[in-house]
């Protein structure tokens, strides 16, 4: 047998997983680094160490204030969020977002910038749009 979960209900579901309370968060380490895919798989909150420039603050992303569309794949998104440094100090640099639910703190899932940034001085930003995708597979 072959299960088949059509565009209708993937945006359903998908508003069903964006219904409850997230926390993005901005990380300065490449968690990946070294892994292969099952360790990749089995990364959690512990695995992402949490911007700390001044002036850096997560972000809460208040559930039922996503916009999904349908279609292959079916996508989630949140409104862009902005994190500013408030003064000059030592660089860091971010390679993503990540994602974890507001309830308990537990990853949910990351996604890394198009390059790694670097802020260190007053005024500069970071801006990310947190969004969720789920694509048609074909279960064996």
């Keep these: ?8 209900a993937e945006e359903h579901f998908l508003d069903l997983i964006l219904a409850v309370n997230y926390t993005v968060k901005l990380f300065v380490n490449d968690p990946e680094d070294g892994l292969n895919d099952t ?3 089995a990364l959690d909150e512990t695995d992402f160490t949490e911007a700390t420039f001044t ?14 569309t349908a ?19 030592t660089p860091q640099t971010v ?8 309830s308990d703190n537990k990853l949910q899932w990351y996604e890394y910038l ?3 940034a670097v802020i260190e001085f007053n005024g500069e930003y970071i ?14």
């Design 71 to 89: 279609g292959n794949p079916c996508a989630g998104t949140y409104g862009q969020q902005t994190f500013t440094r408030s003064s000059t100090g």
């Design 127 to 140: 801006q990310v749009t947190p969004r969720l995708t789920l694509a048609d597979t074909v279960d064996a």
């Design 114 to 116: 198009n390059a790694p």
């Design 55 to 68: 002036g850096y603050a997560d972000a809460d992303l208040t559930g039922g204030s996503w916009t999904t």
């Design 39 to 41: 360790q990749i798989n």
């Design 95 to 102: 390679y993503g977002y990540y994602v974890v639910r507001t």
């Design 1 to 8: 047998m072959t299960l088949r979960v059509v565009d209708q």
